[in-house]
């Protein structure tokens, strides 16, 4: 009986510990696309504190760093391309002023960068303008008559995708359809059915995002259920909610999503929904990875396609094998007398994933240059975006560490007592023992998933993988008036970057009361820092008085004297 509490408190305490873990971060690839040779993703990663400095993409067997920065979708300056697709049914006009103001604010919120196409919903899908500049898409949409009397949503919207796929793709953007409507259907002739329709979307290259209007909650929910199949966001305008607000809160999602692109070089098996697993890291720290699926063009994609799953089926065959025999072997030592921690260990060897404890990144190149905060070509590429938590299973190595000190503790209380009961063994030599063989049987002797975390980690730090500390993270700064950056707005931050009106300083302020040195920018366990460096001068950060030094989040706000700089890495 004592055996058996011991032994669910070890497991009760790992699945806490990896529960942690899970917790800690995620990672989303909400798009996946290749594109002239260039597997491009747009990620939404959560809960990673810790700057991200190496990414790598993995197709089969085959690994690639990243060839480009990883950097926030707003920092690119926002390679997206909205198709605006209006609803022009006679239901529309009490919203017409709501729906000028959502869309005149997100083309005030959005990049550079950023494409409008304006087109409508209503009999048939319509393209009103394929370019339309942002300061008049106020007086395009006043042109928009709003007198449909039939609405065909779903055959509209997937006619709207067939658009996409005959539209050339604009180098690496982000492709978004925001459909605005009230969501009431009325097609005479049936149309295209919503499960269709759901399914399309699920896998297409667009993003769909919605803002309904109106109270028919029933039909307001349908469009929902579209948008959140895309991974889009779906907005209701309420009382609370204003048309504003809404746009800022689509600007906001899409700028926050990380991009980075992978050079395959030819070297990656073509076909259709090739799975693809990326892996983000902070010097050599493994944080999340997260896993999509995605078309690789190729004149071969049957045949390649074919191989690539008769070497899954082989590979599984292997693994079968390697789980056979290691539940054999298993087995002999149990039959011959092992004790209880051989036989432990060896359950935990046949439980292991090969898939898991293969995964360790390789080597990224002495070009590939990743910073970060912590985040397409035609239309054939399938969309499988699958959110996984906390590095798909993989512990840090703080948990690691603390499970394996817990599993051994309790497992030298029980060896002790049989010790004593038996008079073979003593608490100390079993100890002694767990100690010579703890490198060895670290991983196994803990539950299965949890040892494949502990292997994934291990290798993962053992490669050449792991970042240089000086190679620094990579940051765009934002400037407004009253500040020069001699070296360029984007730069790699690995030591310090002052701020003031001194010749010296990376960040000048000009003007004839600019401070000598009012602030530094530093690295300190990775994260940005920012200190104040002259008592009389103040230094706001997002509004608060900066005293001695802190911390800084992607986009915070610095000001001194009136000058503002956004630090965005």
Do not use: W
Request: glycine share 12%; with cysteine; aromatic share 4%.
């Amino acid at each position: 009986m004592k055996r058996i509490m011991c032994g669910a408190a070890a497991l009760l305490l790992a699945l806490l510990l990896c529960g942690q873990a899970l917790a800690a971060g995620s990672a989303e690839p909400v798009r996946t696309f290749v594109y002239e040779d260039t597997l491009y993703t747009y990620v939404r990663l959560e809960g990673i504190d810790s700057p991200i400095t190496q990414v790598e993409a993995k197709i089969g067997a085959q690994s690639f760093p990243a060839s480009s920065r990883l950097e926030t979708v707003r920092q690119a300056g926002f390679p997206i391309t909205y198709l605006l697709l209006v609803d022009n049914s006679n239901s529309m006009p009490p919203f017409r002023a709501q729906l000028e103001e959502f869309c005149k604010e997100l083309a005030a919120d959005s990049g550079e960068n950023t494409r409008f196409i304006l087109a409508t919903l209503g009999d048939q899908f319509q393209v009103v303008n394929e370019n339309v500049p942002a300061d008049s898409i106020g007086e395009q949409l006043a042109a928009v008559p709003l007198d449909e009397t039939v609405t065909r949503l779903h055959t509209c919207m997937n006619s709207a995708l067939d658009y996409f796929e005959t539209l050339p793709r604009q180098g690496t953007e982000l492709r978004a359809m925001v459909v605005i409507t009230d969501g009431v259907q009325y097609d005479p002739l049936g149309g295209v059915p919503h499960e269709e329709l759901l399914e399309r979307l699920t896998h297409s290259d667009v993003m769909l995002h919605s803002l309904g209007m109106g109270s028919d909650s029933e039909a307001l929910d349908s469009l929902g259920k579209l948008t959140e199949s895309s991974g889009g966001i779906h907005q209701v305008l309420t009382g609370s909610l204003t048309a504003g607000t809404a746009a800022k809160t689509l600007t906001d999602a899409a700028g926050e999503l990380m991009v980075t692109g992978f050079d395959l070089g030819g070297q990656a098996a073509a076909g259709e929904n090739q799975k693809v697993s990326f892996t983000f890291a902070s010097s050599g720290t493994l944080l999340c990875r997260g896993k999509a699926a995605v078309d690789i063009p190729g004149e071969e994609d049957g045949q390649t396609a074919a191989a690539g799953d008769e070497s899954e089926s082989a590979a599984e065959g292997e693994t079968a094998a390697e789980t056979s025999a290691g539940a054999d072997e298993s087995a002999a030592e149990t039959s011959a007398g092992a004790d209880e921690e051989t036989a432990g260990t060896s359950a935990g060897e046949s439980g292991e994933s090969p898939e898991e404890t293969s995964s360790a990144p390789a080597a990224v190149s002495s070009q590939s240059q990743i910073g970060g905060g912590g985040p397409e070509d035609s239309g054939s590429q399938t969309q499988s975006g699958e959110k996984t938590a906390g590095g798909s299973g993989i512990l840090p190595a703080a948990g690691i560490a603390a499970a394996v000190i817990a599993l051994a503790a309790i497992f030298l209380i029980v060896r002790g007592r049989r010790a004593k009961g038996a008079g073979t063994k003593t608490a100390k030599d079993s100890a002694a023992r767990a100690e010579n063989r703890g490198a060895e049987r670290r991983d196994a002797s803990a539950p299965p998933a949890q040892a494949a975390q502990a292997q994934d980690t291990a290798a993962f730090e053992d490669t050449a993988f792991a970042e240089t500390a000086d190679a620094g993270i990579y940051m765009r700064i934002e400037a407004g008036e009253g500040v020069a950056i001699p070296g360029g707005n984007t730069l790699t931050l690995s030591g310090e970057l002052l701020i003031g009106g001194d010749a010296s300083c990376g960040i000048l302020l000009t003007g004839a009361a600019a401070p000598r040195r009012a602030a530094r920018l530093f690295l300190e366990d990775g994260f940005v820092c920012i200190e104040a460096l002259d008592a009389q001068v103040q230094v706001l950060v997002n509004g608060e008085p900066l005293t001695g030094s802190r911390r800084l989040r992607s986009g915070s706000c610095v000001s001194i004297g009136g000058r503002e700089i956004r630090p965005m890495f």
